[in-house]
């Protein structure tokens, strides 16, 4: 991991937030300093290469943009609401089209495709549709995904089916 995302994660920890959290969302913060617009999602940094994990079950797609890079798309009917997460900036994608996924499952690997920054890390974010933001600024039908979030993924932990959970996108250390 790069001396920058050290910092990043240093100071996240002395201000009390988690540390497998390099920028939140709505943040002015980017993994280079400020950025121009609000954060549109979570960073989570990781070693390049590294598992990137589904955060919760659904069906995966291959998802690519510009800013995005790599991707992958998670759609997730809950109760009646269908919820999307997004995993940016992706070295690798192991998903085909449409495969169904549960939480904790391997669905790429860490990079720094898109705008990254050069800095690994995932970037997730979580809409419900039509999903119209999704660029920096644009936070149209985006929640901060840290508002459903349990931390790491468990595999021995059950995580409720009739409400959306998300745990972390990546293998947590003991950071």
């Not at 969302?25 to 940094?45: E, I, Q």
């Not at 997730?76 to 996924?101: A, F, Q």
């Not at 929640?143 to 959970?165: I, N, S, T």
Request: proline fraction near 8%; hydrophobic fraction near 35%.
């Amino acid at each position: 991991m790069s001396a920058r995302s050290l910092a990043g994660l240093a100071i996240i920890a002395a201000c009390g937030g988690d540390p497998h959290v390099l920028n939140g969302f709505n943040s002015p913060m980017g993994v280079n300093g400020l950025r121009a617009r609000a954060h549109a999602g979570v960073d989570f940094p990781a070693e390049y290469g590294s598992p990137v994990l589904a955060a919760t079950d659904g069906s995966a797609t291959e998802y690519s943009t510009e800013g995005c890079g790599n991707g992958v798309m998670i759609i997730s009917p809950i109760n009646g609401t269908i919820y999307i997460t997004k995993y940016c900036h992706l070295s690798e994608v192991e998903v085909p089209t449409l495969r169904p996924v549960l939480r904790g499952d391997e669905i790429g690997r860490v990079g720094t495709t898109g705008w990254s920054g050069g800095v690994p890390h995932v970037h997730l974010a979580l809409c419900t549709p039509p999903c119209r933001g999704g660029a920096d600024g644009d936070l149209r039908d985006l929640l901060d995904p840290m508002q459903f979030d349990a931390g790491c993924f468990d595999p021995h932990r059950d995580y409720p089916r009739d409400k959306l959970v998300l745990t972390h996108p990546i293998v947590c250390t003991g950071r």
